[in-house]
Nanobody, 126 residues
Framework: QVQLVESGGGLVQAGGSLRLSCAAS?????????MGWFRQAPGKEREFVAG????????YYADSVKGRFTISRDNAKNTVHLQMNSLKPEDTAVYYC??????????????????WGQGTQVTVSS
């Protein structure tokens, strides 16, 4: 079992920055599984944003956020972060932290992930 709690969402103007955090807890060691961020905008399906392997050495991003967002993790503090820069109105969505307990490459499909946080709202005004 893994519990995930996101924080750091809010309202920001276009071009601004936000940093999302996700705190993990549970019996499974945080350093043993991959983490990801997804987002869901109103009326749209949930989509992959970024993923990071257990060690932090490998990351992967959706094309829409590449060069603007950075995912990182601190295994000593059981946290994962999503630094979001140069935000655009189209980045407005509920952002979800998620855990993938399998081994292998970073996966991008919602169904590949095992545990989810409750989500945090990010709103970017134009």
């Amino acid at each position: 079992q893994v519990q995930l709690v996101e924080s750091g969402g809010g309202l920001v103007q276009a071009g601004g920055s936000l940093r999302l955090s996700c705190a993990a807890s549970g019996r499974t060691p945080f350093s043993s599984y991959a983490m990801g961020w997804f987002r869901q905008a109103p009326g749209k399906e949930r989509e992959f944003v970024a993923g990071i392997k257990w060690s932090g050495a490998n990351t992967y991003y959706a094309d829409s956020v590449k060069g603007r967002f950075t995912i990182s993790r601190d295994n000593a503090k059981n946290t994962v972060h999503l630094q979001m820069n140069s935000l655009k109105p189209e980045d407005t969505a509920v952002y979800y932290c998620t855990a993938d307990l399998s081994v292998g490459a970073i996966r991008i499909h919602e169904s590949d992930y095992d545990y989810w946080g409750q989500g945090t709202q990010v709103t970017v005004s134009s």
